[in-house]
């Protein structure tokens, strides 16, 4: 495990599963303790250097903190206000009506406004921002606002609700969407399966329809996504489960992939929401408790051939 992934976002140094004996797959961390990121619900690793990029759910405002390996919250050291009391990043001409996920590529942050609970929503869309210095500017503004809409959805609400996402990740120069589905009429249910869909259009004046990609129904609950640094992984975090797929050799469905499945304790994750990878080894989690916990791949076992 790493360096960089031991010390990332601590608060506390406490390992779960004790002291003494080998580590565990998933380890503890520590704590989130700024007050205003009280249900962080999407996290990746910045590319300007050792730093993520978080922001809450639904309802918040619209805004991204950044926090570097050590727990401090990045901020202007010009502007006159402690870490505590510190607003985060403010985005212009944006909204924050449910944020799900957050992916970043070439310099370019992908804020993705596209949680759906009650599959009826029909501004479903994501923001666009350059990644800017969080030490030298305090707001930024989305450079444009991207409406997104699923081709196999005629109703709102949706007869199957399977149009809630949570999960987004950049690969190719290609913004990709990943499903988590509900029993229809019950926002607080459970249902097998997921759908991958690819973005591709960039029109701001009229929807961009989704392509229908893949689709797996043994991914319980997608709530987050990220691709490895090196662009050869996918990793998607689930409530009882972290899976990571290899690069398709042809095309783009990952779900068609090899892929490496890890089981989790949900008594442990809890409401896991965000993924991102540390390393090329590492992954960092973040849940809405405020939890921070890292996940050793090695430690995933290889799931069966699909047919």
């Given amino acids: 495990m790493s360096n960089r992934a031991i010390v990332a976002l601590l608060v506390s140094g406490v390992a779960y599963g004790g002291s003494g004996g080998a580590a565990e797959p998933v380890e503890y961390i520590g704590r989130l303790t700024h007050e205003a990121l009280d249900e962080v619900s999407g996290i990746v690793k910045s590319e300007r250097g050792d730093f993520y990029w978080v922001h809450n759910d639904s309802g918040d405002e619209a805004r991204l903190f950044a926090i570097d390996a050590d727990a401090n919250v990045l901020r202007p050291p010009y502007m006159r206000v402690s870490e505590s009391d510190w607003p985060g990043h403010s985005i212009d001409n944006a909204w924050n009506f449910d944020w799900e996920d957050i992916a970043l590529a070439d310099g370019v942050l992908y804020i ?27 707001r930024m503004r989305a450079l444009n606002f991207l409406p997104v809409r699923y081709p196999d959805q005629q109703n709102h609400p949706a007869e199957r609700w399977h149009f809630d996402c949570e999960a987004v990740f950049v690969a190719d120069r290609k913004l990709y969407f990943i499903t988590k589905h509900r029993r229809p009429g019950q926002v607080g249910s459970r249902e097998p399966g997921a759908k991958l869909y690819r973005l591709d259009t960039a029109f701001t004046d009229r929807e961009n329809v989704l392509t229908l990609v893949g689709l797996r129904d043994d991914i319980d609950q997608a ?85």
């Fill in 223 to 307: 709530t987050g996504a990220d691709l490895s640094p090196d662009g050869s992984r996918l990793a998607v975090s689930a409530y009882e489960a972290l899976w990571v797929f290899e690069k398709p050799r042809v095309g783009d469905d990952w779900f068609s992939s090899r892929a490496w499945k890890l089981d989790l304790d949900p008594r442990m994750v809890k409401q896991l929401e965000a993924v991102t990878w540390d390393d090329a080894e590492t992954l960092l989690l973040v849940n809405e408790n405020r939890d921070v916990m890292v996940a050793d791949v090695g430690a995933f076992a290889r799931v069966g051939e699909r047919n």
């Fill in 112 to 138: 993705a406004d596209v949680g759906n609970n009650g599959n009826a929503r029909r501004d479903l869309g994501v923001y666009v921002v350059n990644e800017p210095d969080p030490l030298a500017i305090p």
